[in-house]
């Protein structure tokens, strides 16, 4: 694509700009920088600090506080496998608080400093559609946009009826990081990857966790693979898994929450933990937006549809959305925001920008142990006509698995193979084990690049390596096997 940069009309109207971007998380602001990177006038307002969800209360966060509990768990086995004298006496709640908060506070001066360089406006308040290009800011007043309007208002947690989220004893996962201290036991409700997360926190920092979800397997997005080989980790470490199972009733009580699941054979257990953490899923946030100003509605779930997807533009023109707002096939993730803010900028600014291809779009849950996805699942690929050939490799089949010692698995899910035994296009891989979030990218280039298992087996991967599976997994595809026959 070759970018010609605009001539912003910077001599008009005040008030006027050619773009205002309403909500400052990972969509917004990504949307607001590479507007104003092609030469547009921006105005960002955003209610809250710039950066949103995602880098205040969940994806930065949350991922630091995961770093602190693998640093946890490899002291229990470093003793446990390795001979190494050491133990952990306690966690310093306070100091794993700073070293969190100063990763976060760092992250956010980073966007701050990176909207102020580009030049974008940026106004803080609840801001408000008043027209199709129209919006008015709380204590700022009303701003026009002459080429066009993103809404970027991000979501909230999913609440439990009946249940009051306290910020103690019952959580949500927008505060359960900062809930006062370590519980020393939780009932996460939800199994899907912000339930796996906190519940596999909880774990390493010593709690017992009570993981209870309604659908018959964790994660139920992504590859029953994938749900198997997590769920055997989970219970591993400890954790009591639940699947199938639903919340009745909780009782808040001054020591803690008591609770009543109905199991997958419909049995009533009994629950008593400190705390209650509450993962069922997130909502759009479009409370206060003015959508019908607009002429705009959302649809029954609270999602603002596009009607042109390949733009990301409603059904009144100049008027796109990015984030957490969309329906599926968006993902709700933050690293499909940044695409999704980085295509509507271009085509605001009138150029030819691909449009977001979900599928290739990588998924990961940073648990232990750790799920990386990218594609479609086994079930997803047969269920759209596909003859599959699939394959799966351990990760402890390589010398760097074993020296690991955690299990996991590579499975590749491809086209039929064809008379030689060669199978054909990629169409999904699925990875679980230890640090395959930092595995996944060959994988997602492999799958949107429509490569084939002969493409990937020509290039060879470093020994020893977790990755050597993933080549190795290949390699059996492309009817090259070596150590898999």
């Avoid at 199991?263 to 899923?281: D, F, H, K, S, Y």
């Avoid at 329906?327 to 709700?332: D, F, N, T, Y």
């Avoid at 269920?383 to 590749?412: E, F, I, W």
Wanted: charged letters at 20%; a negative charge.
């Amino acid at each position: 694509m070759t970018e010609t940069p605009i001539s912003a009309a910077h001599d008009s109207a005040p008030g006027t700009v050619d773009v205002i971007v309403v909500g400052g998380g990972t969509g917004g602001y990504s949307t607001a920088l590479r507007a104003a990177s092609l030469g547009l006038t921006v105005l960002l307002a955003e209610r809250d600090k710039v950066g949103g969800t995602c880098l205040h209360r969940g994806c930065i966060p949350s991922k630091a506080m995961l770093h602190a509990a693998e640093l946890v768990d490899g002291i229990a086995e470093a003793r446990e496998r390795w001979g190494v004298r050491a133990s952990v006496d306690s966690v310093d709640w306070a100091a794993l608080v700073a070293s969190r908060d100063d990763i976060v506070s760092r992250n956010h001066k980073g966007v701050e400093g990176h909207l102020a360089h580009a030049g974008v406006h940026v106004v803080r308040g609840s801001a408000r559609l008043t027209g199709t290009r129209t919006v008015r800011v709380e204590g700022h007043g009303e701003f026009t946009a002459r080429r066009g309007i993103v809404l970027a208002t991000g979501s909230r947690p999913r609440p439990l009826p009946g249940l009051a989220a306290d910020g103690r004893r019952v959580v949500t996962s927008d505060d359960a990081l900062f809930a006062p201290g370590l519980p020393k036991s939780v009932l996460v409700l939800g199994g899907g990857a912000i339930g796996v997360e906190y519940a596999s926190f909880h774990r390493s920092m010593g709690a017992d966790v009570t993981l209870v979800e309604a659908a018959d397997r964790l994660v139920p997005l992504e590859d029953a693979d994938v749900s198997r080989h997590l769920t055997r980790g989970l219970k591993k470490r400890g954790i009591d898994v639940r699947t199938g199972a639903l919340l009745q009733e909780a009782t808040v009580l001054e020591d803690g929450v008591r609770a009543t699941v109905r199991t997958a054979r419909g049995e009533l257990r009994a629950v008593g933990a400190e705390r209650l953490l509450v993962a069922v899923g997130r909502v759009p946030v479009t409370e206060g937006l003015g959508l019908a100003a607009a002429g705009l509605t959302a649809d029954e779930r609270g999602f603002v549809a596009p009607a042109d997807w390949d733009r990301l533009e409603t059904a009144v023109p100049g008027i796109h959305v990015v984030g957490d707002l969309l329906p599926p096939p968006s993902l709700g993730l933050a690293h499909a925001s940044f695409a999704e803010g980085l295509l509507v900028a271009e085509t605001l600014a009138g150029l030819a920008s691909p449009p977001v291809d979900y599928t290739a779009v990588p998924r990961v849950t940073y648990s232990s142990p750790q799920t990386a996805s990218v594609g479609l699942s086994e079930a997803e690929a047969r269920n759209r006509g596909h003859g599959v050939t699939v394959n799966t490799m351990p990760l402890t089949a390589v010398a760097k698995g074993m020296v690991h010692g955690r299990g996991g698995v590579v499975k590749v899910v491809a086209e039929a193979a064809d008379g030689a035994g060669r199978a054909g296009r990629v169409l999904g891989v699925h990875l679980v084990g230890p640090h395959v979030s930092e595995m996944i990218a060959e994988s997602q280039l492999i799958v949107g690049w429509d490569a084939e298992p002969s493409d990937v087996a020509r290039h060879v991967h470093a020994h020893p390596t977790l990755s050597e599976a993933v080549g190795e997994a290949f390699l059996t595809l492309a009817g090259r096997g070596l150590h898999q026959q």
